[in-house]
C-alpha cells in the first residue's frame, strides 16, 4: 500500500509538471503592445528609430502571420467584454506627438493599411518645428487608421512633483493633468479619450485611481512585458521600441509572448 501511494504521489507530481492546472487567471492571452516615439533620423535620441528600422518591423510581423490589431479591441478583451482576438495579435501605439508621426510613420501606416493608436499630451501640439499641428493631428484620425488617446497635459513627471508638492497642490496637478488633457483632446479631435498612456511610465496607486476618477477606462506603462488580464487596468505594460534592440530583440519580444500564449492554450 505504502509503494502505491508513492507510485501515485509520484505520478500527480509528473502530471502537474507536464500538464499544468490552468487557473482563471492564467487562462488569458498574453499581447504585445508596442509604443514607438520619434521617427525622424535627423533628430538624435534614445528613443528614435529610423522610418527604415519601423518599415522593416511591420513587414516582418505581415510576413510572418501577426495581426496588428486596434488597442480598443486589445482593451475590450482585456475587460471581458470580447471573448477573443485575432491570432498573434500584436498592437502599435506612439507616444507624445512627434511630427515625425506625420511625416515618416503616416506612409508605412497606409502602406500596410495597420491601425495605431496615438498617445498625445495637448501642449505639445502646434509648438514648435518637431511637433505636429492640430491639422496633421486630425488628417491622421480621419483616414481611419489613427486612434487618438491621452498622454496627460504637458508630460510630467509624477515623482517628481510629488517631491516637491505639497499633498493638497500634488491632487490638484494630478486632477489638472488627467482631465484637462482628456478635455483638450476631445474638444480639438472630436473623438472620446478613454484611454491614458502614463509619460515615463510612472505610476502607482494613487495615479491609478485618480485616472478612473477622471474618466479613464485603462492606462498604459512601458513595464516591458505582455499585456494580459492578470494585470490591473491602470498599470497594462508596453514595450518601448527604440533604435539600441536588434531585429533579433524585437523578433524575440513578440515571438515569445505568442509562444506563452500557445502554451496557455495548449493547456486547457
Known sequence: MLLLTRFFSCLLLITALVFPVTTQAED?????????????????GSMNLTPERFESQIKWLKDNGYTIVPLKEV????????????PKAVVVTADDGWKSDY????????????????????QTISEGKNAMTWDELKELKQTGLFDIQGHTYDHPNFKHARKSMSAENYQKYVKMQLAKSKQILEDK????????A???????????????????????????????????P??????????????????????????????LSATR
Open 103 to 122: 511625416t515618416y510613420m503616416f506612409p508605412v501606416v497606409k502602406k500596410y493599411n495597420i491601425p495605431v493608436t496615438l498617445f498625445i499630451y495637448p
Open 189 to 196: 479631435t472630436g473623438g472620446k479619450i478613454t484611454l491614458l
Open 234 to 263: 491602470m498599470a497594462q505594460p508596453r514595450f518601448m521600441i527604440v533604435a539600441g534592440q536588434s531585429m533579433k530583440t524585437f523578433v524575440a519580444i513578440v515571438s515569445a509572448a505568442n509562444a506563452k500564449s500557445q502554451v
Open 28 to 44: 488569458t492571452l498574453n499581447i504585445p503592445i508596442l509604443v514607438y516615439h520619434n521617427f525622424n533620423p535627423t533628430i538624435p
Open 198 to 232: 502614463w509619460p515615463f511610465g510612472i505610476y502607482d496607486s494613487y495615479l491609478e485611481q485618480s485616472a478612473a476618477n477622471a474618466g479613464y477606462e485603462m492606462a498604459f506603462s512601458i513595464d516591458a512585458r505582455t499585456a494580459n488580464k492578470n494585470y490591473r
Open 75 to 86: 482593451v475590450a478583451y482585456l475587460q471581458g467584454k470580447r471573448a477573443t482576438l485575432p
